[in-house]
């Protein structure tokens, strides 16, 4: 196992998941996303280290998130990457992640308000891009956003099932593409319904 795989897993097996839950925290060492309102869900949590792991931040890695929701995955790549730009559409869910993120200390972590499905274009190329909802194609925006050398984590499908894809852009901007995982999110709201 590489030094940085096992850093991951290591910080991952040491979150409190139920910091990051307002509602049945007391559900919060069970395997399975649970709700967090909205009709949203808080990530499995094996399944938040898979695309995690498959991501594979760097220290000096500049990271895209598309889903904030409770700011449980954004923790784990936050620690793992120079900086982090997450998107949330949910005014109740940015806020909560927002203060909870603060809290724990996080400086590296700019957040907005919006629907994240054409990126965040200002802060663009992004070396990471972890999308935590699904889209039924593969957003065109994003890939412009995804730098050369870069990876982009995806469920893409309908809405009752998905693949989990790995995107890479090689140096020479050439796209490929791998299937993870089979999984089920919540829907990636706007162009890429
Ligand atoms: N990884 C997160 C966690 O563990 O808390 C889970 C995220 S939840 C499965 C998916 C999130 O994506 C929800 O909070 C939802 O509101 C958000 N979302 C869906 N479509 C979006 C969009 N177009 N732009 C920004 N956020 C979106």
Do not use: C
Not at 2 to 25: C, V, W
Not at 55 to 62: G, K, M, N, V
Not at 66 to 78: K, V, Y
Not at 96 to 102: I, M, Q, Y
Request: proline letters at 4%; aromatic letters at 10%.
């Amino acid at each position: 196992m590489k030094n940085k795989e096992k850093d991951i897993r290591a910080y991952f097996n040491k979150l409190d998941r139920s910091f990051f839950m307002d509602r049945f925290k007391e559900m919060a060492s069970f395997d399975e996303a649970i709700p967090i309102g909205h009709e949203q869900t808080i990530s499995q949590p094996s399944l938040v280290l898979e695309m995690t792991l498959a991501l594979e931040p760097e220290t000096d890695s500049r990271v895209l998130e598309i889903g904030t929701g409770s700011g449980f995955q954004t923790s784990l790549l936050a620690e793992f990457a120079s900086q982090v730009y997450t998107v949330e559409r949910i005014e109740e869910l940015y806020h909560r992640a927002k203060e909870r993120l603060d809290e724990s200390g996080f400086s590296n972590i700019s957040f907005k308000l919006d629907d994240g499905s054409m990126g965040w274009e200002e802060n663009a190329p992004y070396d990471r891009i972890m999308v935590t909802a699904a889209a039924s194609a593969i957003p065109e925006e994003l890939l412009n956003q995804l730098a050369f050398g870069g990876k982009m984590i995806i469920p893409v499908g309908s809405s009752f099932s998905q693949e989990l894809k790995l995107i890479e852009k090689d140096e020479n901007g050439k796209i490929h593409s791998t299937v993870l995982n089979h999984v089920r999110f919540v829907p990636l709201k706007g162009k890429y319904e």
